[in-house]
T-cell receptor, first 115, second 116 residues
Framework: DQQVKQNSPSLSVQEGRISILNCDYT??????FLWYKKYPAEGPTFLIS?????DKNEDGRFTVFLNKSAKHLSLHIVPSQPGDSAVYFC??????????????FGKGTLLTVNP | GAGVSQSPSNKVTEKGKDVELRCDPI?????LYWYRQSLGQGLEFLIY????????KSGLPSDRFSAERTGGSVSTLTIQRTQQEDSAVYLC??????????????FGPGTRLTVL
C-alpha cells in the first residue's frame, strides 16, 4: 500500500520553462512534506519542505504547494535549468505517536531539462 | 567535513553469504537511519537509531537483517544469508535529532548491493 505516490516516472521540459512535479498521499496523519533531489551515484539531498499548516513555501526558483483537502502537493521549478535534471522524491512524515521521524517516500520522478 | 559516508560503494556477493554495510554519520548527529531503494521503488525505511534509545527496527524486512550503532556514531547493517531480492541500494542518513527542523535528514551516497 503506497502512501506517497508520484504517478509520473519521468518529465521532460525545456530550459527556462516551468517544471511541475506532482505528489499525492493517502495518509491523513502526514503533517510535514519534503522534496529531495537525487543525482546518479549520490544520496538524496534535501530541497524544500512544507508544513501542513501552510499551503505554499518558496525558496528561490523552487516553490512547493500543498492542497490538504486533495492530499496533493506539487513542486514548481521556475525557470528550469539543465542542472536541475535529477530524480525528485516526494516524502512525508507523520505526527503519530513517537514515530514522527520516519519518512515515507514516493518512487521518484526523473526530471530532464533540455538545453 | 563531511557529510555522511558509506562503505563499500558497491558490493557483489553470492546468494547465501553474509554482508556488512557501514555508515559514518555526520559528527554530532544523534539520529541515524537506514533505508533501501530497490529497482523502480522509492526509499523504504529499515531502522532508526536515536542516541541511547532502543532502535526502531520496524522496517527490517526479515530476521536476516540486523543493525547496530556503536558509541552513538558508526553504524553497521548486516544481512545474513543474502537472497537475490536483497539486491538494492542501501542508504544511510543522519540528522541532528528526531524532531522538527532537527529532523532534516542528510543522506550518504549509498551502497549498491548485488546478490548473484
Amino acid at each position: 500500500d503506497q502512501q506517497v505516490k508520484q504517478n509520473s516516472p519521468s518529465l521532460s521540459v525545456q530550459e527556462g520553462r516551468i517544471s511541475i512535479l506532482n505528489c499525492d498521499y493517502t495518509n491523513s496523519m502526514f503533517d510535514y512534506f519534503l522534496w529531495y533531489k537525487k543525482y546518479p551515484a549520490e544520496g538524496p539531498t534535501f530541497l524544500i519542505s512544507i508544513s501542513s499548516i501552510k499551503d505554499k513555501n518558496e525558496d528561490g526558483r523552487f516553490t512547493v504547494f500543498l492542497n490538504k483537502s486533495a492530499k496533493h502537493l506539487s513542486l514548481h521549478i521556475v525557470p528550469s535549468q539543465p542542472g536541475d535534471s535529477a530524480v525528485y522524491f516526494c516524502a512525508a512524515r507523520g505526527n503519530s505517536g513517537g514515530s514522527n521521524y520516519k519518512l515515507t517516500f514516493g518512487k521518484g520522478t526523473l526530471l530532464t531539462v533540455n538545453p | 567535513g563531511a557529510g555522511v559516508s558509506q562503505s563499500p560503494s558497491n558490493k557483489v556477493t553470492e546468494k547465501g553469504k553474509d554482508v556488512e554495510l557501514r555508515c559514518d554519520p555526520i559528527s554530532g548527529h544523534t539520529a541515524l537511519y537506514w533505508y533501501r531503494q530497490s529497482l523502480g521503488q522509492g526509499l523504504e525505511f529499515l531502522i532508526y537509531f536515536q542516541g541511547n534509545s532502543a532502535p526502531d527496527k520496524s522496517g527490517l524486512p526479515s530476521d536476516r537483517f540486523s543493525a547496530e550503532r556503536t558509541g552513538g556514531s558508526v553504524s553497521t547493517l548486516t544481512i545474513q544469508r543474502t537472497q537475490q531480492e536483497d539486491s538494492a541500494v542501501y542508504l544511510c542518513a543522519s540528522s541532528l535529532g528526531p524532531r522538527g527542523s532537527y529532523n532534516e535528514q542528510f543522506f550518504g551516497p549509498g551502497t549498491r548491493l548485488t546478490v548473484l
